[in-house]
C-alpha cells in the first residue's frame, strides 16, 4: 500500500481558492488511480475527483465540475485538487485515497487513505 499525506486546507470566503495537495509514498505511486474524496459534518463521504494513472483522463462529481480540478506529478509522487468558486457547502474533510484499479467513485474501493485536511468556506 502507499502512504498519503493531505495539506492544503484552511479557512477561505466564499468564491476563494485553495489548492489541496496529497504527497505519496513509494514508488509505485504512478500505477494507481488517485482520488479525492470529502466528509462533512453529519454527511456522508462524498466523492470529489479522481485521476487515472497517467492522468490522462479525470472524473469529477457533479457538484464540483468547473469549479474543482485534479492533477498529478508522478515525479513528485504528488496528487493535487485546485479548488476555485469555493462555497460554504464545499466545508469538508477532504481525503486523497489511491486505488490499484480503475476509476471508482466507491470508496470502499480504495484501500489507502490519508488522515485528511480540513477546508472550511465562510459565506
Known amino acids: 500500500q502507499v502512504q498519503l499525506v493531505e495539506s492544503g486546507g484552511g479557512l477561505v470566503q466564499a468564491g476563494g481558492s485553495l489548492r489541496l495537495s496529497c504527497a505519496a509514498s513509494g514508488r509505485t505511486f504512478s500505477s494507481y488511480v488517485m482520488a479525492w474524496f470529502r466528509r462533512a459534518p453529519g454527511k456522508e463521504r462524498e466523492f470529489v475527483a479522481a485521476?487515472?494513472?497517467?492522468?490522462?483522463?479525470?472524473y469529477y462529481a457533479d457538484s464540483v465540475k468547473g469549479r474543482f480540478t485534479i492533477s498529478r506529478d508522478n515525479a513528485k509522487n504528488t496528487v493535487y485538487l485546485q479548488a476555485n468558486s469555493l462555497k460554504p457547502e464545499d466545508t469538508a474533510a477532504y481525503y486523497c485515497?489511491?486505488?490499484?484499479?480503475?476509476?471508482?467513485?466507491?470508496?470502499?474501493?480504495?484501500?489507502?487513505w490519508g488522515q485528511g485536511t480540513q477546508v472550511t468556506v465562510s459565506s
Open positions: 485521476i487515472s494513472e497517467r492522468g490522462r483522463s479525470t
Open positions: 485515497a489511491a486505488r490499484a484499479g480503475p476509476y471508482s467513485t466507491d470508496g470502499d474501493r480504495h484501500k489507502s
